[in-house]
């Protein structure tokens, strides 16, 4: 069964510093694979999204991600986080055909001053 | 981006009424819908797909009868929450596909605001 895997529940992080936050996923073939960011009691914004080609992506917000088939990773990256960057974050993946998203569990970013 | 539209932001109602949540795209034609529901402080699970025009895929574990889903029109799909149960309390989440960014190479689901039910 295809599942997501986001390892680390909390991460904080100094305002300025730089960020990883790691997603890998097993499914037979390589799927859509995108990244969310959640505020309290909002909807889900696509950061980036990764479907083929150049497996460096890059997003909004200052945010990029990197796709290893070799790994089955696709880990987000941001070389300075700000303190508005304090959210949840959710690594998503879709089968080729988008008949649906299967969620990672979520990774909450902590920005300390 | 598109935009998704979910409506009411918040509900509070009794336990043993049903209360109604609507998602709109605004600016595309969904022809498929996601309704997820989210626990606090955890992922999002998938309920049901909704597919305009015909029935709606449930989940395993997803009880058809209590949370009934309409896709009557291409820019609207509801959940129902009959007899809702305090147990039901959770944030409720639509998404809706853009078949159009299909062919651009663009899929993606684009997200409501979801929805904060309340049973008390």
């Known amino acids: 069964a295809q599942s997501v895997t986001q390892p680390d529940i909390h991460i904080t992080v100094s305002e300025g510093a730089s960020l990883e936050l790691r997603c890998n996923y097993s499914?037979?073939?390589?799927?859509?694979l995108f990244w969310y960011v959640q505020s309290p009691g909002q909807g889900l914004q696509l950061l980036l999204k990764y479907f083929s080609g150049d497996t460096l992506v890059q997003g909004i917000k200052g945010f990029e991600a990197e796709f290893k088939r070799s790994q089955s990773s696709f880990n987000l990256r941001k070389p300075s986080v700000h303190w508005s960057d304090a959210a949840e974050y959710f690594c998503?993946?879709?089968?080729?055909?988008?008949?649906?998203?299967?969620f990672g569990t979520g990774t909450r970013l902590l920005v300390s001053p | 981006g598109a935009v998704v539209s979910q409506h009411p932001s918040r509900v509070i109602c009794k336990s043993g009424t049903s209360v109604k949540i609507e998602c709109r795209s605004l600016?595309?034609?969904?022809?498929?819908m996601f309704w997820y529901r989210q626990f606090p402080k955890q992922s999002l699970m998938l309920m049901a797909t909704?597919?305009?025009?015909?029935?709606?895929?449930?989940e395993q574990g997803v009880e058809k009868d209590k949370f009934l889903i309409n896709h009557a029109s291409l820019t609207l799909s509801t959940l129902t929450v009959t007899s809702a149960h305090p147990e039901d309390s959770s944030f409720y989440i639509c998404?809706?596909?853009?078949?159009?960014?299909?062919?651009?190479?663009?899929?993606?689901?684009?997200f409501g605001q979801g929805t904060r039910l309340t049973v008390v």
């Open positions: 499914y037979g073939a390589t799927p859509y």
């Open positions: 998404s809706a596909r853009d078949p159009k960014g299909d062919r651009r190479g663009a899929t993606e689901a684009f």
């Open positions: 909704s597919n305009e025009g015909s029935k709606a895929t449930y």
């Open positions: 998503a993946v879709a089968p080729r055909g988008f008949q649906k998203l299967v």
């Open positions: 600016d595309f034609q969904a022809t498929t």
